[in-house]
């Protein structure tokens, strides 16, 4: 009786010391895995890869200790989005972040139709196929929307304010990035040119390599100013495109801010790196457990102007006082 009397008190002894091995234990901390899909001509982090990765820290997620990031890079070859998607359902990741646009979105969406996925930057996810509705997307793809179809009458009304009397605008567009949205903007932007009494010229660049031929085309019509559709691979682009912008004298107005960094003239748009910010919100929802079919579409409704003064001195324009008081950032 005795030894048993010590046994019991040598185990009441190492229960005290290293807790209870019941259901009243702590469970490890789970380990979400994320699948990132973009396509950088670039080759390295981009700024809004970097402003989603802030999104996740400032929700608490610590890449290495609670979230694993596969990450996929299609390196400006469409074409490889699909097989790159599969990978990522292969990986039977948690949530897929297409962060490349509208063809990421549809490549991961052909891969799988039961893990979560979070579009950024489409056009218009309705017209595209992705989701039903914007308030009720259904099926497993929901996110954030970029690119509103009359913004395009903005920024002709821009390039007309800044450019007194001219008459004929060059479009430049890649066709098929924004999937269906694309011919969506196309028609606005013809209302809009025909509502201001400008010519459109329709230009067509479908990879980097076509870049220069392009504005061979812009400059042998002779127009007077570009309107540059953004899309993953002019983005890419968008350091060339002002550089050439610039050298051929021709005021050119971007959707996105970071093409007036690069040395673009203005841009009227959405800021990208809050929309990737955001983002990060609605992966932490889903993997909380939210279902995307009950995340509604987020559209844009915050807008920025952004002019380069500098840039506006080297094709030797005057920016109207009129337009400078309305930009929200300006580069001296």
Do not use: C
């Amino acid at each position: 009786m005795l030894g048993v009397r010590l046994a019991l008190s040598a185990l009441l002894v190492l229960g005290g010391l290293f807790g209870p091995f019941t259901a009243e234990a702590q469970p490890a901390t789970r380990v979400a895995r994320i699948g990132y899909l973009a396509t950088n001509l670039a080759g390295r982090p981009s700024p809004s890869r970097e402003a989603f990765f802030e999104g996740l820290r400032d929700l608490g997620y610590v890449e290495g200790r609670n979230v694993v990031i596969d990450y996929r890079d299609a390196a400006g070859k469409d074409d490889r989005l699909s097989a790159l998607a599969a990978e990522l359902v292969a990986l039977n990741v948690d949530v897929i972040v297409a962060a490349a646009g509208t063809l990421a979105a549809l490549a991961a969406k052909q891969a799988t139709n039961t893990i979560p996925i979070v579009f950024i930057a489409v056009g218009n996810p309705v017209t595209s196929g992705l989701v039903a509705s914007l308030a009720r997307p259904g099926g497993n793809v929901t996110g954030l929307s970029a690119v509103s179809p009359d913004l395009v009458g903005k920024w002709l009304e821009l390039l007309k304010q800044t450019v007194p009397g001219i008459s004929h605008v060059a479009y430049l567009r890649q066709p098929g990035a924004l999937g269906e949205a694309d011919k969506e903007v196309l028609t606005q932007a013809e209302v809009a040119a025909q509502a201001l009494g400008v010519r459109l010229q329709l230009v067509e660049a479908r990879r980097p390599a076509e870049v220069d031929r392009a504005f061979a085309e812009i400059l042998r019509a002779r127009a007077g100013a570009v309107v540059v559709l953004s899309t993953p691979m002019f983005s890419s682009e968008r350091r060339r495109l002002a550089d050439l912008a610039v050298r051929h004298r021709l005021p050119t107005v971007f959707p996105f801010r970071s093409y007036v960094e690069a040395g673009g003239l203005m841009s009227y748009g959405l800021n990208v790196a809050d929309l990737f910010r955001r983002a990060a919100t609605y992966v932490d929802r889903i993997l909380k457990g939210t279902r995307p079919r009950d995340l509604p579409v987020e559209q844009p409704t915050k807008f920025e102007l952004v002019i380069n003064l500098k840039t506006a001195k080297a094709l030797g324009l005057t920016v109207a006082p009129s337009v400078l008081a309305r930009a929200d950032y300006v580069i001296q």
